[in-house]
DNA sequence: TCTGGGGTCCTAGGACCC
DNA sequence: TCTGGGGTCCTAGGACCC
């Protein structure tokens, strides 16, 4: 038996947590720059306020219901989910985190000894009581049919206590016809597209179609998510495994046009992407920068560039990753266009502890213990304290941050004052 | 004026090898 | 008329997730 567990509205509660004057108010936190809408409360949905809302857009409908507006704060919602995280890993031994605000547990034999339904309740009642965050939970024999139970959890949260289990056929048959094909699990726009062209509109539907069909229009992976909805558990619990490509990439607040402008941006990223890969424990062999015009302003000419640059020895290095992603750049900056975004992406690691000597080996061993230093001093003083001279030093946090809450469980200052 | 960021996996096709 | 057969590796693009 597998169980998902997934917080409700998850950025949303976070911010409710510290403000409960706003529990039953209509709550969205927005993307970096405000730009978007990327969580809301159930009383912001119910307003008809879409995933994906463009902030300006709805600006009049916010004011309209008193909608409370927060701009994300990152560092407030990992925190949170690692709290969440570790509470829920003491309910079996075997969990697999799905992404910030949601995990896997295997459940296996634990049914026989008790209660299935008062175990999931319990995980709902410590993590509600301990954290301030709802969540709910779906349990089932596969992990896809695990995700649809919790979507029924989530859906009827009186029935259900916020806790759906799918331990019978004919309830497995009754929730996937419930269930429509553009929201199952694994199915996206395109597939749901074309899927409805096959007469197929519920997830039971699919679970009908020939497995010819599918291994040819949906590959191995549509294969394996239609057996595993049928009840053949496919798809297992993952590992965490260290990333394969890591990035950073940002929307700018207003157009630049100049390449030092851009630079200063690029040379920020590729640092960012060093610092990340030092985490990981990992060295980059190759990166590719970025560079994008403001793709909705359809009266500007645009030009969307790329360029992947192989490098002449893996690094973890800021500098040096800062210096190929700078030289890269040069490549492909053109004069004259309004630039709106940009971004480094580094891939093709190694093991930072797998010394390949090539023949024209030309790294800097000296920058090794600099990096350890750097981040040491940045743990302990604040993030970004020591830069590159290439970074703007005077840039503080150009991001537009309206609304941003304070942090309220990972800095000291910020912490929540209580009035007795 | 204003429209996010960061990941994964699979496949087809080309280049190359013997 | 007819022009081998069997591999590997790499990459770009497409699909998906939160």
Redesign the pocket.
Known sequence: MFALI?CNN?YASCERVFRPDLNGKPVVV???????V?ARSNEAKAIGIP??A????Y?SLFQQHQVYVFS?NFALYGDMSNRIMTILSNYSPEMEI?????CFLRLNGFGKHFSLQDYGEQMRLQVTKWTGIPISIGIATTKSLS?LANRIAKKFPEKTKGVYIIDSEEKRIKALKWLKIE????????????LHTQQVTSAYDYTLLPDDWV??N???????LKHDLQGIPTLDL?DV???????????????YTQFEQLNERIVT?AG??AE?LRKQKSCCQ?LMVFIHT????KDLPQYNQNI?V?LPFPTHSSIELARFASQALKLIFKQGY?Y??A?V?V??FIPENVLQTTLFENRNERHIPLMKTIDQLNARYGQQKIRLASQDLKRVWK??QEKLSPRYTTQLSDIITINV
Not at 183 to 194: E, F, N, S
């Open positions: 997934d998850f927005l993307s970096n720059n405000d730009g978007c990327i995933m994906g463009p902030a300006f857009e600006e994300a799905y992404s910030i605000d949601e995700k929201d199952v699990w694994g199915i996206g726009k395109q597939h749901a597209k074309r291994r040819k949906m590959s191995v992976v549509g294969l394996r993952e495994q260290p990333k394969k490509n890591i990035a950073t990439t940002r929307s700018f607040e207003s157009n990223f960012s992407c990340k190759s403001n793709g909705h302003r992947v192989k309004a709106k975004k971004g992406i891939q093709d991001m537009k």
